[in-house]
């Protein structure tokens, strides 16, 4: 789910081949002094007038949990016509996209999202029908997280540094989408697969289990990472202003893909004109490949990204007889610049492994607090929502996953997961709604403790709620709590770092004397994400088998009033008018 894949965005250029001729020419005065000195002067400007983007990360739902770094326009031109494609990158101006290129950037989301749907609302039930017991089945989700933690940051770097002639985005989209579908390929075809494979004739799938769980931590990694570079390549691209328009594009596409995979799920395609396509799962999967691959396309065909041109390449081209207008400020303020730029220096740094654990080390006393608080906010959403369909199935329909194929209870097990479906659909939209509401209106008129706090009070009373009702039409609306919590824990952290940003005092809190930027900040809220996830996968199995399925609710409920109680009394906002953040000490 959610919102990594954090670090300096190079401005890039594409070289014509004009312009390679350009930059053969400039080699001959390499060694002259006018050449060394105009070198000096251009990369001055660049660090001046060429700022970065600030990524941030996947689990991230809506616009208002993105925030990023705008370049100040350049005022640099050239003489020779040929190089204002090298210029313009230098600058802040890109085309204007229309709104149908803009929906087409972020159509793969949609698709990724219908995937990601059918994982959570099947999973469970399918790894009950092949006779996993319920104290091991929610380790399938263990392995994803783990993976996520190690391996985001490293992607992110990696897309950040990507030279390939297909752009810097497109190719790591192209390559999760390709393993997410894979996952949503094994998850919905494994029990096929696992007759072809030898299943038939053991009494246990050992296959079909197996691919399950590689489906799920296929299906969950890529997803998660996909994010970050769908979301990248929308800031590259697009101006400020189409930004903007893109980010809520895509949080609507978000929202609206998890809505259409939660409907297919809950249809019982057993008895349609369909059914000539094989049984429910192969169904299913045929439609989830038609949906995906035509959203895949759509955004890779969407733009042509500019390749990646190293540093020194982009200097060297910047030469003397190209610049006529350089800024009347600019001799004046390259060296003032100097100094400021080294203190951000650091913050502009691409996220690496080092630098992240590092900043666990030396933590504010503000952040420490805050992740606590996010952390008990994911445990709430995860412990319920993974194993929703399956609580509806067996405690409200009283069916039974174990039981023949033909029999009373299977049939009403089947009926429970299709209605668990179709309750959390309602919470899907409520998460795309209250993002609206929350960035729009609740955030001008109350402030942010009131907003955090309230979304976890509200998801606590509709957990007891649902734990006291068995009419299933009862349930559904209060099911919609999930999508608010869902909605706090993506935006409002994030809010509250970019106002602890602003405090130098709390950026000066970082390793080896370097300041802390809010990429860092940002990877360690994504992965309180996966942190959140490995507790929930390795500890609800053996809490459901013990306890009943109604222990989720319970479960749920516990970590949400738990974050309440740390709202109210530890977590420190910008907002506090009896706490400065100048004062910050480690917790």
Same mark, same amino acid.
């Given at each position: 789910?959610?919102?990594?894949?954090?670090?300096?965005?190079?401005?890039?250029?594409?070289?014509?081949?004009?312009?390679?001729?350009?930059?053969?020419?400039?080699?001959?005065?390499?060694?002259?002094?006018?050449?060394?000195?105009?070198?000096?002067?251009?990369?001055?400007?660049?660090?001046?007038?060429?700022?970065?983007?600030?990524?941030?990360?996947?689990?991230?739902?809506?616009?208002?949990?993105?925030?990023?770094?705008?370049?100040?326009?350049?005022?640099?031109?050239?003489?020779?016509?040929?190089?204002?494609?090298?210029?313009?990158?230098?600058?802040?101006?890109?085309?204007?996209?229309?709104?149908?290129?803009?929906?087409?950037?972020?159509?793969?989301?949609?698709?990724?999202?219908?995937?990601?749907?059918?994982?959570?609302?099947?999973?469970?039930?399918?790894?009950?029908?092949?006779?996993?017991?319920?104290?091991?089945?929610?380790?399938?989700?263990?392995?994803?997280?783990?993976?996520?933690?190690?391996?985001?940051?490293?992607?992110?770097?990696?897309?950040?540094?990507?030279?390939?002639?297909?752009?810097?985005?497109?190719?790591?989209?192209?390559?999760?989408?390709?393993?997410?579908?894979?996952?949503?390929?094994?998850?919905?075809?494994?029990?096929?697969?696992?007759?072809?494979?030898?299943?038939?004739?053991?009494?246990?799938?050992?296959?079909?289990?197996?691919?399950?769980?590689?489906?799920?931590?296929?299906?969950?990694?890529?997803?998660?990472?996909?994010?970050?570079?769908?979301?990248?390549?929308?800031?590259?691209?697009?101006?400020?202003?189409?930004?903007?328009?893109?980010?809520?594009?895509?949080? +609507?596409?978000?929202?609206? &893909?998890? =809505? %259409?995979?939660?409907?297919? $799920?809950?249809?019982?395609?057993?008895? #349609?004109? @369909?059914?000539?396509?094989?049984?429910?799962?192969?169904?299913?999967?045929?439609?989830?490949?038609?949906?995906?691959?035509?959203?895949?396309?759509?955004?890779?065909?969407?733009?042509?990204?500019?390749?990646?041109?190293?540093?020194?390449?982009?200097?060297?081209?910047?030469?003397?007889?190209?610049?006529?207008?350089?800024?009347?400020?600019?001799?004046?303020?390259?060296?003032?610049?100097?100094?400021?730029?080294?203190?951000?220096?650091?913050?502009?740094?691409?996220?690496?492994?080092?630098?992240?654990?590092?900043?666990?080390?030396?933590?504010?006393?503000?952040?420490?607090?805050?992740?606590?608080?996010?952390?008990?906010?994911?445990?709430?959403?995860?412990?319920?929502?993974?194993? +929703?369909?399956?609580?509806? &199935?067996? =405690? %409200?329909?009283?069916?039974? $996953?174990?039981?023949?194929?033909?029999? #009373?209870? @299977?049939?009403?097990?089947?009926?429970?997961?299709?209605?668990?479906?179709?309750?959390?659909?309602?919470?899907?939209?409520?998460?795309?709604?209250?993002?609206?509401?929350?960035?729009?209106?609740?955030?001008?008129?109350?402030?942010?403790?009131?907003?955090?706090?309230?979304?976890?009070?509200?998801?606590?009373?509709?957990?007891?709620?649902?734990?006291?009702?068995?009419?299933?039409?009862?349930?559904?609306?209060?099911?919609?709590?999930?999508?608010?919590?869902?909605?706090?824990?993506?935006?409002?952290?994030?809010?509250?770092?970019?106002?602890?940003?602003?405090?130098?005092?709390?950026?000066?809190?970082?390793?080896?004397?370097?300041?802390?930027?809010?990429?860092?900040?940002?990877?360690?809220?994504?992965?309180?994400?996966?942190?959140?996830?490995?507790?929930?996968?390795?500890?609800?199995?053996?809490? #459901?088998?013990?306890?009943?399925?109604?222990?989720?609710?319970?479960?749920?409920?516990?970590?949400?009033?738990?974050?309440?109680?740390?709202?109210?009394?530890?977590?420190?906002?910008?907002?506090?008018?009896?706490?400065?953040?100048?004062?910050?000490?480690?917790?």
């Amino acid at each position: 789910m959610a919102d990594s894949q954090l670090g300096k965005r190079s401005a890039s250029a594409m070289i014509s081949s004009s312009l390679k001729s350009n930059y053969r020419s400039a080699t001959a005065f390499e060694k002259t002094p006018s050449f060394r000195s105009n070198l000096s002067a251009n990369y001055k400007f660049q660090k001046r007038y060429v700022g970065s983007n600030l990524i941030i990360n996947r689990s991230l739902r809506s616009k208002s949990a993105i925030n990023f770094l705008k370049r100040p326009q350049s005022r640099l031109t050239s003489k020779n016509s040929d190089n204002s494609q090298l210029f313009n990158d230098f600058s802040d101006d890109k085309p204007k996209r229309s709104f149908f290129t803009l929906t087409r950037i972020g159509m793969v989301y949609f698709g990724i999202e219908v995937l990601f749907s059918l994982e959570i609302a099947l999973t469970v039930p399918i790894l009950l029908k092949l006779k996993v017991p319920e104290e091991v089945y929610s380790f399938v989700y263990f392995l994803s997280p783990l993976i996520g933690f190690i391996f985001q940051p490293v992607l992110g770097v990696m897309s950040d540094r990507c030279q390939s002639k297909w752009g810097r985005r497109r190719p790591f989209i192209l390559v999760l989408s390709i393993f997410a579908f894979l996952g949503a390929s094994f998850i919905l075809n494994a029990y096929l697969i696992g007759q072809w494979l030898g299943d038939k004739n053991s009494q246990i799938p050992k296959f079909a289990i197996f691919l399950v769980g590689l489906g799920v931590t296929f299906l969950d990694f890529s997803a998660d990472s996909s994010d970050s570079p769908l979301r990248a390549l929308l800031l590259d691209v697009c101006n400020t202003e189409d930004q903007d328009t893109g980010l809520n594009i895509h949080a +609507f596409l978000g929202g609206t &893909g998890g =809505a %259409i995979g939660y409907i297919l $799920a809950g249809i019982d395609w057993t008895n #349609t004109f @369909f059914s000539f396509l094989g049984d429910e799962m192969q169904i299913l999967f045929v439609f989830a490949a038609v949906i995906f691959i035509s959203t895949l396309i759509a955004t890779l065909t969407s733009v042509k990204e500019i390749p990646l041109v190293l540093e020194e390449e982009k200097i060297a081209l910047l030469t003397k007889n190209d610049i006529t207008n350089l800024p009347d400020d600019f001799e004046e303020n390259c060296d003032a610049d100097e100094t400021e730029e080294s203190e951000d220096n650091d913050e502009d740094k691409p996220v690496t492994l080092k630098m992240l654990y590092q900043s666990v080390l030396k933590m504010p006393k503000e952040l420490i607090r805050l992740l606590v608080c996010n952390l008990l906010g994911w445990l709430a959403f995860f412990s319920t929502s993974l194993f +929703f369909t399956d609580f509806i &199935g067996q =405690a %409200i329909y009283h069916g039974d $996953a174990s039981a023949p194929l033909n029999s #009373t209870e @299977f049939g009403l097990y089947n009926e429970g997961v299709k209605m668990g479906c179709w309750c959390l659909l309602t919470y899907s939209l409520m998460s795309a709604i209250s993002a609206v509401i929350l960035e729009k209106f609740l955030m001008e008129k109350f402030s942010t403790r009131t907003l955090y706090f309230f979304s976890y009070l509200i998801y606590a009373v509709c957990c007891i709620g649902i734990y006291y009702q068995t009419n299933v039409y009862i349930i559904m609306p209060l099911c919609s709590s999930i999508g608010i919590v869902l909605t706090a824990v993506s935006t409002l952290p994030y809010q509250m770092l970019s106002e602890f940003h602003k405090d130098k005092k709390y950026r000066s809190q970082s390793a080896a004397g370097t300041k802390r930027g809010l990429g860092i900040d940002c990877s360690l809220l994504s992965s309180i994400y996966f942190l959140a996830q490995t507790i929930v996968s390795a500890i609800m199995s053996v809490i #459901t088998a013990n306890f009943g399925n109604y222990s989720i609710l319970i479960i749920g409920a516990l970590f949400s009033l738990l974050g309440c109680f740390w709202i109210a009394l530890f977590v420190i906002f910008p907002e506090d008018p009896t706490k400065s953040l100048s004062e910050t000490e480690n917790f």
